[in-house]
């Protein structure tokens, strides 16, 4: 028989954290019977990072005037490639 702290990692705290936290956290049942969903119970502690500096679903407007821009300029260069005589089609390789 082997010693089974000669196979543990520093991995193993997080895998027993994330079997701790698979199993669903009681909060009741619904009148019709469903159960209740406790939100973020499930999280692994450490799995997500905190909350720190800005929202990262809030742009700036700079940012999304470079996005809105990108994909105009996208969209122009699709247009221009799909009425380009001189580009290559498909029917011009059979």
């Not at 954290?17 to 119970?41: C, N």
Request: proline share 9%; net charge positive; no cysteine.
């Amino acid at each position: 028989p082997t010693d089974p702290g000669a196979w543990r990692t520093a991995a193993d705290e997080g895998w027993s954290r994330a079997s701790r936290a698979a199993e669903p956290a009681a909060a009741g049942t619904t009148r019709s019977g469903l159960p209740k969903r406790v939100p973020q119970a499930q999280l692994v502690p450490g799995g997500i990072e905190p909350k720190g500096g800005r929202d990262r679903s809030r742009r700036t407007p700079d940012e999304v005037r470079g996005l809105l821009s990108a994909y105009h300029r996208g969209v122009q260069r699709g247009r221009t490639a799909g009425t380009d005589q001189n580009s290559t089609s498909t029917k011009e390789s059979r």
